[in-house]
């Protein structure tokens, strides 16, 4: 099946820092990226996306980058709190079919 | 707005016995999706339904799960027997069929096999 790769799996930065997590993608029918986080104990929660028609994306500290030739998007976290500390999902979806990446364990030191 | 229902939020049972999870998708939602997550797999997909009609069902497991969805506003994900290898946290997520638009993802149900 199609893949969608994530990287880092783990990542530390220090408070006010920014933290960055990179999705590749192989399905070139994939015109939808969501970004979730998921604390402990809940689900993912929908904290930005982004349709294929568009190269940036941005919501206060948080901005998506969308590259569709190189098929990859990138999740860029700016002043980290520790509350942004949590797991992260990108996700690639096309008709009927989304896939998640593995994921990022971001912590965000105070 | 409730938000993606599920219960019970944990259960854990013994091997053999029969499991049903249950989800409620947010009013007016047309599509509904069964995830189990791992540590080791993550999320995977198992089942997702249209208007009630199951569309893909080829991320379940094994002939042991079977998903239902008798009406709108109502799904359950049954194992029967459970295994060990069944424990993970299982989520249920719904969409509008409208347009591209995202899931929306209940709070799970950890499940624990002994």
């Known amino acids: 099946g199609e893949n969608v790769e994530q990287h880092p799996s783990t990542l530390s930065v220090q408070e006010g820092d920014s933290a960055v997590i990179k999705c590749t993608y192989s399905d070139s029918a994939s015109n939808y990226f969501p970004w979730y986080k998921q604390e402990l104990g809940k689900g993912p929660q929908l904290i930005i996306d982004?349709?294929?028609?568009?190269g940036e994306k941005k919501d206060q500290r948080i901005a998506v980058t969308l590259n569709k030739t190189a098929k990859h998007f990138s999740l860029h976290i700016t002043e980290t709190q520790p509350e942004d500390s949590a797991v992260y999902f990108c996700?690639?979806?096309?008709?009927?079919?989304?896939?998640f990446g593995a994921g990022t364990r971001l912590t965000v030191k105070p | 707005d409730a938000g993606v229902i599920q219960s019970p939020r944990h259960e854990v049972t013994e091997m053999g016995q029969e499991v049903t999870l249950r989800c409620k998708p947010i009013s007016g939602h047309n599509s509904l999706f069964w995830y189990r997550q791992t540590m080791m797999r993550g999320l995977e997909l198992l089942i997702y339904f249209n208007n009630n009609v199951p569309i893909d069902d080829s991320g379940m497991p094994e002939d042991r799960f079977s998903a239902k969805m008798p009406n709108a506003s109502f799904s359950t994900l049954k194992i029967q027997p459970s295994e060990p290898r069944d424990s993970a946290v299982y989520f249920c997520?719904?969409?509008?069929?409208?347009?591209?638009?995202?899931?929306?993802f209940g709070p799970g149900t950890r499940l624990t096999v002994l």
């Open positions: 996700a690639t979806q096309s008709i009927n079919d989304m896939r």
């Open positions: 982004i349709r294929s028609n568009v």
């Open positions: 997520a719904s969409r509008s069929l409208a347009s591209t638009d995202t899931q929306y």
